[in-house]
C-alpha cells in the first residue's frame, strides 16, 4: 500500500498551525477598511512568525477571532491566547484547530470566495510569501507555485498549502508528540506523490 493509498485508507488527509489561521486568514475579516496597515504585519509574519502574529492577534482581538472562527463554520477551531503565552497556558488558556476547517478556509481562498476576490487574492499572494519551504515544497520543488504557512514548536510540526499542481489541490498535516524529522519527511514524500497524481507541473 502506498502512502497516498494508506491516507485515502484513513481518511486522514489534513494538518495545519493555529499560525495560519492568525495571520492571513484573520486579516480579512472585520479590519478589511485597515487593509494596508494589515498587510505589512502580515508579510512579516511570514518571515518572523510568532512575534508578528501576536501584533495580529492584538490588533485584531481575541474576542473577535473567536467570533470569526464560529461565523466560518470553524467550531472546532479556538484561539484563547497569544503564543507562547506561558502564563496564559498554566491558566488552561490553549488555541487548537482542527484539518478540516483549514481545508475549509483555503477552498475559499483558491475559489476566490473568502470575503472578496480581491482578499482572497491578498491571502493567497501573502501565502506565497512563506520562507520555510523545506515541507510541502520540499521534494516537489522549493521554487514551485506552493502557497504554504508552517508551525514549528518542540516535538510539533505542520505544514498547509494550496498545491499548483496541473489538477491543484489543498495539503494540510499537523502533528503533535511526534518525531520531527521522520514526520517532515512523510510530509515530504506524501506531497509529492500527490503532486505527480494530480498531473505534476502545470503547463
Same mark, same amino acid.
Do not use: W
Given at each position: 500500500?502506498?502512502?497516498?493509498?494508506?491516507?485515502? %485508507?484513513?481518511?486522514?488527509?489534513?494538518? /495545519?498551525?493555529?499560525? @495560519?489561521?492568525?495571520?492571513? $486568514? $484573520? /486579516?480579512?475579516?472585520?479590519?478589511?477598511?485597515?487593509? /494596508?496597515?494589515? !498587510?505589512?504585519?502580515?508579510?512579516?509574519?511570514?518571515? *518572523?512568525?510568532?512575534?508578528?502574529?501576536?501584533?495580529?492577534?492584538?490588533?485584531?482581538?481575541?474576542?473577535? *477571532?473567536?467570533?470569526? +472562527?464560529? &461565523?466560518?463554520?470553524?467550531?472546532?477551531?479556538?484561539?484563547?491566547? &497569544?503564543?507562547?503565552?506561558?502564563?496564559?497556558?498554566?491558566?488552561? *488558556?490553549?488555541?487548537?484547530?482542527?484539518?478540516?476547517?483549514?481545508?475549509?478556509?483555503?477552498? !475559499?481562498?483558491?475559489?476566490?470566495?473568502? @470575503?472578496?476576490?480581491?482578499?482572497?487574492?491578498?491571502?493567497? &499572494?501573502?501565502?506565497?510569501?512563506?520562507?520555510?519551504? %523545506?515541507?510541502?515544497?520540499?521534494?516537489?520543488?522549493?521554487?514551485?507555485?506552493?502557497?504554504? #504557512?508552517?508551525?514549528?514548536?518542540?516535538?510539533?510540526? %505542520?505544514? =498547509?498549502?494550496?498545491? +499548483?499542481?496541473? #489538477?491543484? +489541490?489543498?495539503?494540510?498535516?499537523?502533528?503533535?508528540? =511526534?518525531? /520531527?524529522?521522520?514526520?517532515?519527511?512523510?510530509?515530504?514524500?506524501?506531497?509529492?506523490?500527490?503532486?505527480?497524481?494530480?498531473?505534476?507541473?502545470?503547463?
Amino acid at each position: 500500500m502506498t502512502l497516498l493509498q494508506l491516507l485515502k %485508507h484513513l481518511n486522514t488527509l489534513g494538518i /495545519v498551525s493555529i499560525k @495560519v489561521m492568525s495571520i492571513s $486568514l $484573520l /486579516v480579512a475579516n472585520i479590519y478589511d477598511g485597515a487593509a /494596508v496597515e494589515l !498587510l505589512d504585519i502580515r508579510y512579516k509574519t511570514c518571515a *518572523l512568525a510568532t512575534g508578528a502574529t501576536n501584533m495580529m492577534i492584538r490588533t485584531v482581538g481575541l474576542d473577535n *477571532l473567536k467570533a470569526f +472562527f464560529e &461565523e466560518m463554520g470553524c467550531p472546532n477551531s479556538k484561539i484563547e491566547r &497569544e503564543l507562547f503565552d506561558s502564563a496564559a497556558f498554566e491558566r488552561g *488558556l490553549d488555541n487548537y484547530f482542527a484539518p478540516a476547517d483549514i481545508a475549509k478556509l483555503y477552498k !475559499l481562498i483558491y475559489n476566490r470566495e473568502f @470575503v472578496s476576490p480581491e482578499m482572497s487574492e491578498k491571502i493567497e &499572494e501573502t501565502l506565497l510569501l512563506q520562507q520555510i519551504r %523545506h515541507k510541502i515544497p520540499g521534494y516537489i520543488g522549493r521554487k514551485k507555485k506552493i502557497a504554504n #504557512k508552517t508551525g514549528e514548536d518542540g516535538n510539533t510540526t %505542520h505544514d =498547509t498549502a494550496i498545491v +499548483f499542481a496541473k #489538477k491543484p +489541490f489543498i495539503l494540510v498535516v499537523a502533528s503533535n508528540d =511526534t518525531n /520531527v524529522p521522520e514526520t517532515e519527511r512523510f510530509i515530504r514524500e506524501i506531497a509529492l506523490e500527490l503532486y505527480e497524481e494530480n498531473g505534476g507541473d502545470q503547463e
